[in-house]
């Protein structure tokens, strides 16, 4: 018997990345624009410091860790 791997949408993983983002304390996800498209992941918009910059980057990674 085989299992067969549930591909997300490109909704889903934009709202998943968004809701890490919500969840970051480091980044306020307004900051940011999340586009999905094929299934990679783009950010686009402004953070204050190098900090903030590890937080989404983070976060991408994770979201592509879970696909």
Known sequence: ???AATARTDD???RDVLDELDWDAQ???TDLRV????GVV???GAVDSA????GPD???RLADAAR
């Open 27 to 29: 980044v306020r996800g």
């Open 42 to 44: 783009t950010l686009t």
């Open 58 to 60: 983070r976060r991408r």
């Open 12 to 14: 889903r993983i934009q």
């Open 1 to 3: 018997m085989t299992t």
């Open 51 to 54: 900090a903030h910059t590890a």
């Open 35 to 38: 586009v999905v498209h094929a």
